[in-house]
């Protein structure tokens, strides 16, 4: 464990445990946990429970209070975008929490402090930490401060590969041929990387890449949303 790291991420988030040891649990892996014969609730499970409530009940409250004119259903759907796992995960990226997780051997090997569900489920932990240490205030500063930003962007990444569908459907009110295809397959088996290309009418219109093959295509999906969305899309094929 790097006490170092951790005080700098500390710092870099700006706040201070009262009681460490709720900031060293959410970090602290299930594979760690494991290997070190350590309780259950040693590992940061319980934590990511907790936060993953806090985070619902924070984000919901966020949506009504600045989104007065959107009705329920739209109010789901904004919060599943802000909470899903690819947008939990681009935030832990963000500040760099996947550099001072406590991981086993085993994850440590197979890319854990990449991967989208440990980076997923530790953002919730820390969140469900900060909310027993200093109160829920500060658990929604934090994740007003890390999370609830760029929402537009955010909001067009979440299902992209369906938004894409729809705009192409509202301009050309017919079938319109939208394909992916695999551009690149590297790394180890635990660690691949796709690039995708999305194509319209055979015209390739982005690239995206991804962990696997879905994620590629969604993020070539939300390139190609961000390249046709301010154009006359008509005109562009």
């Known amino acids: 464990m790097n006490k170092h790291n951790q005080e700098l991420f500390l710092s870099n988030i700006g706040y201070t445990f009262s009681n460490n040891s709720l900031f060293e649990n959410a970090i602290t892996h299930s594979s760690y946990a494991h290997e070190q014969n350590l309780p259950y609730e040693k590992n940061n499970e319980r934590l990511e429970y907790l936060g993953d409530a806090v985070l619902e009940l ?7 209070e600045n989104y007065p004119e959107m009705v329920e259903g739209s109010m789901t759907t904004l919060r599943a975008s802000l909470v899903c796992e690819m947008s939990l995960a681009a935030a832990a990226r963000e500040i760099n ?15 854990g402090r990449e991967r989208d569900s440990v980076l997923s489920d530790a953002f ?25 930003t760029d929402i537009e962007s955010k909001q067009l990444y979440y299902d992209a590969k369906s938004k894409l569908q729809e705009m192409i459907q509202d301009c050309f009110h017919e079938h319109t041929d939208i ?15 796709f690039v995708v ?6 015209r390739e219109i982005s690239t995206g890449s ?9 993020d070539a999906a939300y390139h190609a949303l961000l390249e046709l969305r301010n154009k006359d899309v008509l005109s562009y094929f």
């Open 58 to 64: 924070v984000t919901s409250r966020y949506i009504f």
């Open 210 to 218: 991804g962990q696997n093959k879905k994620k590629a295509e969604q």
């Open 179 to 193: 394909s992916y295809a695999v551009l690149d397959e590297s790394g180890p088996a635990h660690k691949k990387n």
């Open 97 to 111: 929490l996947g550099d001072i997780l406590i991981l086993g051997h085993g994850e440590e090997k197979t890319g």
């Open 124 to 148: 919730e932990a820390v969140i469900g930490a900060i909310y027993l240490d200093g109160g829920l205030n500060e658990a929604e500063r934090f994740i007003k401060i890390y999370l609830l």
């Open 197 to 202: 290309s999305c194509r319209i009418q055979g």
